[in-house]
């Protein structure tokens, strides 16, 4: 058997990576080690790992790495000690492959580390572009690390061979958060509502904002931009899911809390879980925010996002999101617009370009079929330039 090492540091991460993750453990010629850290370990986030012991997936390690700071000091000292304790797991378990998904900045000592003990690495949704962030840098060191790359469509599986990668290691088999979509058991409308405790009423919206983290300390003015836009719609009701474990995350979960408390027909949450999540993007009227949701999971429910600032710019887009600024004014009018019944007809008729469905499936396969017979090396692929005469 082949001992499988899958990561999750975020509660979008394990949403993402879960029927990844239970088709490793079912398959007879693989053994799974999930090592859950960062966030889903942290009493400040919401301690997500309750969800992956619900679920009924077995956690091989649990390797807490997070401080009670969020700001680059604390960051930078996050990810030495992810370096030296990700190392220790690799020496304890002795994995043959490390599975990550995406862009977390906790990836990058984790998989630096794991080029230490020659682990080849599969990459999940690289070469992508959100230069709004740093996990855009992230991501594509990532890239670097890893031997075998499923990014979520043709235009990043390019870029990917573009930063050198061997095309015959690169796989467009879509988009992993577009195949929970396809395969997803939702909670009808009322059973959501009693689930998460909060009446959804007749229109809703789906709240995420995230810290621009290559915007520097922005983080704080821009929520509340977000904020008093919202609480110009007293006719709708807003879910609101809160930030994830970046520099100026705490700062923003701290606001939404306090406005919060002065609107009834807001209800915030540290998680909702990946069911419970997608059954409100299901039904609700729109997204709202900066999370990569809005741009790879709403379009398959044809309902209209609103992207607000920089975080995802450079991300390819369906027809059914509205790009603005992250400010009070504009995201106003994007909502509006949003909701009205032209752009409505718009985003009923959006194809989304992220697959569909049967990623995790294709992702194993290939996996086994490198486990098979690999070289660790790696040949740095140079694309052929074509100047115009």
């Not at 991501?139 to 599986?157: D, N, Q, V, W």
Request: charged share 25%.
């Amino acid at each position: 058997m082949k001992k499988i090492c899958v990561v999750t540091a975020t509660r979008a991460e394990f949403g993402l990576l879960l029927n990844v993750i239970k088709r490793i453990e079912d398959d007879p010629d693989l053994d799974l080690c999930l090592a859950v850290t960062g966030a889903h370990l942290s009493s400040s986030y919401g301690n997500t790992v309750r969800e992956i012991e619900e679920s009924g997936v077995p956690i091989a390690e649990r390797i807490p790495i997070l401080e009670e700071e969020d700001g680059p000091e604390a960051v930078s000292r996050i990810m030495g000690r992810a370096s030296a304790r990700f190392g220790e797991m690799y020496a304890r378990q002795k994995p043959d492959m490390l599975v990550v998904l995406g862009d977390r900045y906790e990836l990058v000592p984790i998989c630096g580390s794991a080029l230490q003990f020659r682990i080849p690495i599969a990459h999940i949704s690289g070469g992508e572009v959100t230069s709004g962030a740093l996990d855009d840098i992230y991501r594509h060191c990532i890239t670097k690390m890893s031997h075998l790359h499923f990014p979520g469509c043709e235009a990043y599986r390019r870029r990917i061979i573009q930063l050198g990668e061997e095309p015959q290691r690169v796989f467009n088999y879509g988009d992993v958060g577009v195949e929970n979509i396809m395969t997803m058991d939702f909670l009808g409308k009322e059973e959501l509502e009693k689930s998460i405790g909060f009446s959804l009423g007749s229109s809703y919206g789906c709240v995420t904002f995230h810290p621009p983290t290559m915007e520097g300390q922005e983080a704080v003015s821009q929520i509340r931009e977000v904020l008093e836009a919202l609480e110009e719609f007293d006719d709708m009701r807003f879910v609101i899911t809160k930030a994830n474990a970046d520099a100026g995350g705490r700062e923003i979960n701290s606001m939404i809390d306090a406005y919060a408390r002065k609107h009834e027909n807001w209800a915030c949450f540290y998680s909702l879980g990946i069911c419970r999540y997608l059954s409100a993007l299901k039904y609700c009227d729109l997204v709202i925010g900066n999370s990569s949701s809005g741009i790879v999971e709403a379009p398959c429910f044809h309902i209209p996002t609103v992207n607000i600032g920089s975080r995802q710019k450079g991300r390819l887009q369906a027809a059914s999101i509205i790009n603005c600024a992250p400010v009070k004014e504009e995201i106003i009018s994007a909502i509006r617009y949003a909701n009205s019944p032209v752009f409505r007809r718009i985003a009923k008729g959006a194809s989304n370009p992220y697959g569909n469905g049967d990623t995790s499936r294709r992702i194993i396969a290939e996996i086994k079929k490198f486990l098979g017979g690999f070289e660790y090396s790696k040949v740095f692929y140079d694309v052929e330039w074509r100047t115009k005469s």
